[in-house]
């Protein structure tokens, strides 16, 4: 799932502004894929655990002296819709874990703030990541 500029992001008691994109990539895991004796294809596939990464990319118009750090946990959530009207708006809200923040400073592009996380789910069952309409 990618969403493009959804503007301002929370995490936590914290807005982050100037926010250019949020991505939500899952990935297995652990998988496993069982073949039949009979020929070269697989007959059952799984994927009984994944991760969900969550990517948000910030345009810094100042310095920065408040950034997240690894291991601090919070509520991200944001809104977006097709276009700048109330028409289909969606929140989008997780619980994440930061991993990593990262830097990128350019004369071209100015000074960009990547904030990786790890959306935790609350009884391991349930999908962390909710989508629902505003």
């Known amino acids: 799932?990618?969403?493009?500029?959804p503007r301002e992001v929370s995490f936590?008691?914290?807005t982050w502004a100037g926010v250019s994109s949020v991505?939500?990539?899952?990935?297995?895991?652990?998988?496993?894929?069982?073949?039949?004796?009979?020929?070269?294809?697989a007959v059952l596939a799984d994927v009984p655990e994944q991760r969900v990464g969550v990517t948000v990319v910030?345009?810094?118009?100042?310095?920065?002296?408040?950034?997240?750090?690894?291991?601090?946990?919070?509520?991200?959530s944001f809104e977006t819709a097709l276009n700048s009207s109330a028409a289909g708006r969606k929140r989008v809200t997780l619980t994440g874990v930061v991993m990593h923040v990262?830097?990128?400073?350019?004369?071209?592009?100015?000074?960009?703030r990547t904030?990786?996380?790890?959306a935790v789910s609350s009884?391991?069952?349930?999908d962390p990541?909710?989508?629902a309409g505003v």
């Open 102 to 112: 990262r830097y990128a400073v350019s004369r071209k592009a100015g000074s960009v």
């Open 23 to 41: 991505s939500i990539e899952r990935r297995a895991e652990r998988s496993f894929t069982e073949f039949a004796g009979e020929g070269p294809h």
């Open 123 to 126: 009884d391991g069952v349930v």
């Open 1 to 5: 799932m990618l969403i493009v500029q």
């Open 12 to 14: 936590g008691p914290v």
């Open 58 to 76: 910030q345009e810094l118009l100042e310095d920065d002296m408040d950034a997240p750090s690894p291991g601090e946990s919070g509520t991200l």
């Open 115 to 118: 904030v990786e996380l790890v």
């Open 129 to 131: 990541v909710t989508v």
